[in-house]
């Protein structure tokens, strides 16, 4: 069997540190947290399909790595279309001004659409993802990475219409305190772990405000968490699944 760390493909896009946004215009807190999740999950499900093109199909210990972190990242997101359903856009909805309501409303419903066909492609993923787990052929790993491919697509497309249609009312309508009750009502079903791996990926490549907007939204705990054992974790963890350490 292959080792369970395989070589990145030469063609795997590095996270990298964003510069800051300080020239560009406002961003609320909803806003800045919507572009920083979007782009994690866009960058994940897109190294996974690389990543599983170069993994042996019968390595248990390199499959499992894969599919729990496909695993990790649909629940992420379907938690995050969880909480924007039954909180934010609510939230939203009632800071709209009488008059742009029927304006807003099919905009909301369109994305409603959108989330879930994409949480259906997740659910799909996730079968895939135990199917090879369970078979560990190479048609197995191959159903597999054709699942990520077509759900980073559907990501991007997802996430594209929503930062052109949904956001700009975000930023326009929703008041920071709105949206600080929004993330105390959402429900979070990750562990501990799967919490401080979600925190480093989304500020591996964020901006200097935006990590400051995250490191900042979590209690004194969380960071103090993060602080002793979370960025060390999250560092083994990116090194196990991609064979390079995180770009920050």
Do not use: K
């Not at 690389?50 to 649909?74: I, K, N, V, Y």
């Not at 209690?219 to 999250?234: C, E, I, K, L």
């Amino acid at each position: 069997m292959t080792a369970a760390v395989l070589p990145r493909p030469a063609t795997t896009l590095v996270p990298m540190p964003r510069s800051s946004t300080e020239n560009l215009p406002r961003r609320t807190a909803a806003v800045g947290y919507q572009e920083v999740l979007h782009r994690t999950v866009r960058r994940e499900f897109r190294l996974l399909a690389e990543l599983a093109s170069w993994a042996p199909a019968d390595d248990a210990h390199r499959t499992a790595e894969l599919t729990r972190h496909a695993d990790l990242m649909g629940r992420v997101l379907m938690q995050h279309h969880a909480a924007e359903r039954a909180h934010l856009w609510p939230a939203l909805f009632s800071h709209v001004p009488v008059g742009e309501q029927d304006a807003v409303r099919p905009v909301v419903a369109e994305w409603t659409s959108r989330a879930a066909l994409l949480d259906h492609s997740l659910r799909d993923l996730s079968t895939t993802a135990r199917q090879w787990a369970v078979a560990m052929t190479p048609p197995a790993r191959n159903a597999f990475i054709r699942a990520c491919g077509r759900v980073a697509d559907a990501v991007d497309a997802h996430t594209a219409a929503e930062e052109t249609q949904l956001l700009p009312l975000l930023n326009r309508y929703l008041p920071d305190s709105e949206w600080t009750a929004v993330c105390r009502a959402a429900d979070n079903a990750l562990s501990g772990r799967e919490q401080m791996l979600v925190l480093g990926l989304a500020l591996e490549d964020a901006c200097a405000i935006d990590r400051a907007r995250l490191l900042a939204g979590l209690s004194p705990a969380a960071r103090t968490a993060w602080r002793v054992v979370g960025r060390r974790n999250f560092r083994a963890a990116v090194i196990r699944l991609r064979g390079a350490p995180p770009a920050a």
